[in-house]
């Protein structure tokens, strides 16, 4: 049987690992190239060991055994001349792009907040986003057949949680900015037939949020722990769940679906 | 393979429109269907409304699919009559999954002009219908100890105010009001609950005489034709067309009753064109 997205090719940020490698994967499995770029460094406000080469190296390894083809590059989504040269190389290497995923982010969450956690969580998960959007516009405009593009927000784009730490407030900032971004983008687009929508994950298995740092953090605050609980009996979902959620906003099947919020929480948002 | 491989789905206002399209689309993907249908005309509504072939052709064609249908006529109004439906469908396909609430009706007027009449049956239809459906279902769902997925079908009107049906508004309203309790209650058995929310789609509920008088009340009946009305549609969506097909909501039906969606609950999802973005 033919894959849902045979012949396109789609363009993922932070695909080195968790939900972005999922993605990449998921999407591979439906007959799409990727191109793959992801900052694979530590950023100093981080606490938890970020993504390395050698994780992309792994998600670039893992798409080719699915027979698809992958461009694979280091590059940082807050510099916007670096993440346009991957998107030109990814597209001349593979063709126009059908498809955006806007996934890298960090979570600067950690007992010890500094000052910095803010603009580097504004500056990753808001700019960032931002600029991978614009760095593929032009090209999926020109490209004439349409096309559709997903924003990683969270429920804390959608709900004032996260704490009051400047990493815990950058991120909410930062996350509901993303959705202020998908509605503006959903209506410039839509005339060249371009959908722009948000997925919103409750707390996902992924290296983000399953590591010491995190758990910790989590735990110090019942609240805190109390904003992870979800209405389906799950206490995390997988990344692959919001793979398929993805999927299906970037496929045929919801030819018609822009400027929307999909939350993939569990009844989450809906049970505060 | 199919996506829905093994699975029950009921499916109200099935014999055609959006309903006899999610029976066909869930029926491709593996699922026999429970389907039920008012199949007459209701006093208040004043386009035609499905017949009694209208639900044979949709048994034709889920069977020729090589799926199992029961099929019966009954108003979401009459508990009695539609949970006798329902027990009758799963007695003969043996269980239920998933549930889509579609059966709906519409019909216009200004709030100050609506009569008792009109009022009580679109709410009688559209809402507690919906609350019936769902639950003549949910002692199956629970049975099963499967989990399952309800899908009530709301609409751009169940977001945002439009002028001229503020019945169907209202309705289109506390059907997302349903759905958030519904989630929560049904939660811990793994149920999930959400609403799609169309924009126009292209069904005799839209293309007909009295939805086009309402949308181009300036141009005479002979130019009240389906390409001008769909200029008229567009105004309302952001992408650059007219209505969406069935096909487009039994899509995104598809995906919240399939196993893709297994952790999606207590949402509100459009199918709008962009319609309630833009």
Same mark, same amino acid.
């Given at each position: 049987?033919?894959?849902?997205?045979?012949?396109?090719?789609?363009f993922i940020t932070g695909a080195a690992?968790?939900?972005?490698?999922?993605?990449?994967?998921?999407?591979?499995?439906?007959?799409?190239?990727?191109i793959a770029v992801d900052l694979c460094a530590?950023i100093?406000?981080?606490?938890?060991?970020?993504?390395?080469p050698?994780?992309l190296?792994?998600?670039?390894?893992?798409?080719?055994?699915?027979?698809?083809?992958?461009h694979a590059v280091e590059a940082d989504v807050r510099d916007r001349d670096a993440l346009q040269a991957a998107f030109d190389a990814g597209v001349a290497e593979l063709?126009r792009v059908?498809?955006v995923l806007a996934n890298a982010g960090i979570? $600067?969450?950690?007992?010890?907040?500094?000052?910095?956690?803010?603009q580097d969580?504004i500056d990753v998960n808001l700019t960032g986003v931002y600029h991978t959007v614009e760095v593929a516009k032009p090209s999926m405009i020109e490209?004439?057949?349409?096309?559709?593009i997903?924003?990683?927000?969270?429920?804390?784009?959608?709900?004032?949680?996260?704490?009051?730490?400047?990493?815990?407030?950058?991120?909410?900032?930062?996350?509901?900015?993303?959705?202020?971004l998908?509605?503006?983008y959903?209506?410039?687009?839509?005339?060249?037939?371009?959908?722009?929508?948000?997925?919103? $994950?409750?707390?996902?298995?992924?290296?983000?949020?399953?590591?010491?740092?995190?758990?910790?953090?989590?735990?110090?605050?019942?609240?805190?722990?109390?904003?992870?609980?979800?209405?389906?009996?799950?206490?995390?979902?997988?990344?692959?769940?919001?793979?398929?959620?993805?999927?299906?906003?970037?496929?045929?099947?919801?030819?018609?679906?822009?400027?929307?919020?999909?939350?993939?929480?569990?009844?989450?948002?809906?049970?505060? | 393979? +199919?996506?829905?491989?093994?699975?029950?789905?009921?499916?109200?206002?099935?014999?055609?429109?959006?309903?006899?399209?999610?029976?066909?689309?869930?029926?491709?993907?593996?699922?026999?269907?429970?389907?039920?249908?008012?199949?007459?005309?209701?006093?208040?509504?004043?386009?035609?409304?499905? !017949?009694?072939?209208?639900?044979?052709?949709?048994?034709?064609?889920?069977?020729?699919?090589?799926?199992?249908?029961?099929?019966?006529?009954?108003?979401?109004?009459?508990?009695?009559?539609?949970?006798?439906?329902?027990?009758?469908?799963?007695?003969?396909?043996? @269980?239920?999954?998933?549930?889509?609430?579609?059966?709906?009706?519409?019909?216009?007027?200004?709030?100050?002009?609506?009569?008792?009449?009109?009022?009580?049956?679109?709410?009688?239809?559209?809402?507690?219908?919906?609350?019936?459906?769902?639950?003549?279902?949910?002692?199956?769902?629970?049975?099963?100890?499967?989990?399952? !997925?309800?899908?009530?079908?709301?609409?751009?009107?169940?977001?945002?105010?439009?002028?001229?049906?503020?019945?169907?508004?209202?309705?289109?309203?506390?059907?997302?009001?349903?759905?958030?309790?519904?989630?929560?209650?049904?939660?811990?058995?793994?149920?999930?609950?959400?609403?799609?929310?169309?924009?126009?789609?292209?069904?005799?509920?839209?293309?007909?005489?009295?939805?086009?008088?309402?949308?181009?009340?300036?141009?005479?009946?002979?130019?009240?034709? @389906?390409?001008?009305?769909?200029?008229?549609?567009?105004?309302?969506?952001?992408? $650059?067309?007219?209505?969406?097909?069935?096909?487009?909501? !039994?899509?995104?039906?598809?995906?919240?009753?399939?196993?893709?969606? @297994?952790?999606?609950?207590?949402?509100?999802?459009?199918?709008?064109? +962009?319609?309630?973005?833009?």
């Open positions: 049987m033919a894959g849902q997205l045979e012949g396109k090719v789609a690992r968790g939900q972005g490698r999922s993605h990449a994967i998921r999407l591979a499995q439906e007959g799409a190239d990727i530590q100093d406000t981080v606490a938890y060991p970020m993504a390395t050698d994780d190296a792994e998600t670039v390894r893992s798409v080719e055994e699915l027979d698809r083809r992958i063709g059908d498809i979570a $600067p969450l950690s007992m010890n907040p500094v000052p910095e956690e803010w969580v490209g004439g057949r349409g096309g559709a997903v924003l990683t927000s969270s429920t804390a784009g959608l709900a004032g949680i996260g704490g009051s730490t400047p990493g815990g407030l950058g991120y909410t900032a930062a996350k509901h900015g993303v959705v202020g998908m509605r503006s959903a209506n410039q687009l839509a005339e060249h037939s371009i959908r722009v929508n948000t997925i919103h $994950p409750t707390g996902v298995n992924t290296p983000m949020v399953v590591n010491d740092v995190m758990q910790e953090f989590l735990q110090s605050d019942p609240q805190l722990g109390q904003a992870m609980a979800n209405a389906l009996p799950v206490d995390m979902i997988e990344a692959v769940d919001l793979s398929n959620a993805i999927l299906w906003l970037v496929s045929d099947a919801a030819r018609y679906v822009t400027g929307v919020t999909l939350p993939v929480d569990a009844g989450f948002l809906n049970k505060r | 393979m +199919g996506r829905l491989d093994g699975k029950v789905a009921f499916i109200t206002g099935a014999a055609r429109g959006q309903g006899r399209s999610h029976a066909l689309r869930m029926a491709q993907e593996g699922a026999d269907i429970v389907a039920v249908d008012v199949v007459r005309q209701l006093p208040t509504v004043e386009y035609t409304m499905s !017949s009694p072939d209208d639900l044979a052709e949709t048994v034709r064609q889920v069977e020729a699919l090589d799926r199992r249908i029961v099929a019966r006529e009954a108003d979401v109004r009459d508990y009695g009559a539609l949970k006798s439906a329902l027990d009758e469908g799963v007695a003969e396909l043996g @269980r239920l999954d998933i549930v889509s609430a579609n059966a709906g009706i519409f019909s216009q007027g200004r709030a100050e002009e609506l009569s008792d009449e009109s009022w009580e049956e679109m709410i009688g239809v559209n809402l507690t219908g919906v609350w019936h459906t769902a639950k003549a279902a949910i002692p199956h769902l629970k049975a099963g100890g499967n989990g399952g !997925s309800i899908i009530l079908t709301s609409s751009t009107a169940g977001i945002k105010g439009f002028e001229n049906f503020a019945h169907y508004v209202s309705a289109k309203h506390g059907v997302v009001g349903l759905m958030r309790t519904l989630a929560l209650e049904l939660a811990p058995d793994m149920i999930r609950v959400n609403t799609v929310h169309p924009t126009s789609v292209d069904t005799d509920m839209i293309q007909n005489d009295m939805l086009y008088a309402l949308f181009a009340p300036d141009l005479e009946p002979d130019q009240r034709t @389906r390409e001008a009305l769909g200029e008229r549609f567009q105004t309302m969506n952001a992408l $650059p067309i007219p209505w969406v097909e069935p096909v487009d909501i !039994s899509n995104a039906v598809l995906w919240l009753a399939s196993d893709e969606s @297994r952790y999606v609950t207590g949402v509100m999802l459009p199918v709008d064109a +962009g319609s309630t973005t833009k």
